[in-house]
């Protein structure tokens, strides 16, 4: 049976063929394939040609294009093709699995008139991602209302429901049919270290790292630069990596420098998955991830996996990997600087934390989570079939 994937994540092109800087959607696709004889995948494309981004098409996946557009302006000038496209790409004869998006919403449209079921793929909480401070748009408040209550309702009418969180999400937007929960994650065991870090009470120069996209400000980098400028005054010598890249990277340039951290914070924009990000987290002493919203962190899923002790907000799937003495409140800096000194200055606190997150990011293998999350394709399939039969489709 074939599977149609609808999301809205940004694509490129690479020599005209469609491609991603993530190089999770060089393999999204093929995930897919244990379970279906050929997937589909949906999403935004750009008319932008770059060498460094990674095909997503292969044996068994295709893309389909949907208009490009940037916020919620933009969506609504485009409204009418993405509609168009959803009719286009979609079959009766195919399994439908949805990430909350807009090209998801334009399938349901389709979908409840005929009653096909779907699978929901949960990875973010819409009311967190527009938390004040996190996006900025004359129009977050009332989407802040508005997207809450339609997830909910998606997941109420959802024939299955995988969530990337163990409990946070499905709490808040629950599905009363079958549900699991499974992280999005794809962490080969060979990027888990063998044994933690061992923290020496020698060490006075500490590297932190953070990593996200700059084209919103939902990862929070401005309080982890207010952050690190408190820490500065307080005579601790550390620096900050952000490894990413958007529309504010300027702005928080400029913040840097009006803190008078310029030297202390380097960007080094966007770097390709794997390696090359594993070595920056190499090089690394702890980890900051201060967003307002999360689903379930790949990122710090990652650092985890390379002992870093890890700093982050209680949001989201985030209180699941860690524990509450390493979490603090979304946008306070005071509160983020604080827990850094606390940590920074306590190698034997440093060291226990790099164990605690390897045990952790071992349950994150690839090799563990595949099992349960065909089992979730397989029970969207088998519904699909059913459906299939009482329409009389072949």
Not at 220 to 240: E, K, R, T, V, Y
Not at 246 to 252: D, S
Not at 314 to 338: F, H, R, S, Y
């Amino acid at each position: 049976m074939h599977c149609i994937l609808a999301q809205d994540n940004r694509f490129v092109l690479n020599q005209g063929r469609p491609a991603s800087f993530n190089t999770f959607y060089e393999r999204f696709g093929q995930r897919y394939l244990d379970v279906f004889d050929s997937v589909t995948l949906m999403g935004r494309l750009f008319a932008i040609e770059d060498p460094t981004a990674k095909p997503v098409e292969g044996p068994g996946v295709k893309f389909f294009p949907m208009p490009e557009y940037i916020g919620p302006v933009q969506y609504l000038l485009n409204r009418g093709e993405i509609r168009v496209r959803a009719r286009e790409v979609y079959s009766p004869k195919s399994t439908v699995i949805i990430t909350p998006s807009t090209a998801g919403a334009a399938l349901l449209k389709i979908l409840g008139k005929s009653s096909h079921p779907y699978g929901l793929e949960v990875g973010a909480d819409p009311y967190d991602v527009l938390a004040p401070g996190a996006i900025k748009s004359p129009l977050r408040p009332l989407l802040r209302q508005v997207l809450p209550r339609q997830l909910r309702k998606d997941c109420r009418r959802a024939s299955a429901a995988l969530y990337v969180t163990k409990a946070a999400l499905q709490k808040r937007y629950p599905c009363p049919n079958y549900s699991v929960g499974v992280s999005d994650v794809e962490l080969p065991s060979r990027y888990v270290l063998e044994a933690p870090r061992i923290y020496s009470d020698r060490q006075t120069q500490f590297t932190l790292v953070m990593i996200g996209s700059l084209e919103q400000l939902y990862k929070a980098p401005h309080i982890a630069i207010a952050a690190i400028a408190l820490c500065a005054q307080q005579g601790i010598d550390l620096s900050l990596k952000i490894i990413g890249d958007g529309k504010h990277r300027p702005e928080l340039k400029q913040q840097a420098a009006d803190l008078g951290i310029r030297e202390r914070v380097q960007f080094l924009g966007k770097l390709p998955a794997g390696d090359r990000i594993f070595a920056e987290l190499d090089q690394s002493d702890l980890f900051l991830m201060p967003s307002f919203q999360e689903g379930l962190p790949r990122a710090m899923v990652e650092a985890m996996a390379r002992g870093l002790p890890c700093i982050a907000t209680a949001v989201g799937g985030i209180p699941e990997l860690l524990p509450p003495e390493n979490l603090v409140a979304a946008g306070d800096a005071n509160a983020l600087a604080q827990k850094i000194q606390a940590v920074l200055t306590h190698p034997e606190r440093m060291t226990q934390m790099s164990a605690q997150n390897l045990k952790t990011a071992q349950g994150y293998v690839e090799e563990v989570l595949r099992q349960q999350r065909n089992a979730f394709y397989e029970y969207v399939k088998a519904q699909t079939l059913d459906w299939q039969h009482s329409q009389g489709i072949a």
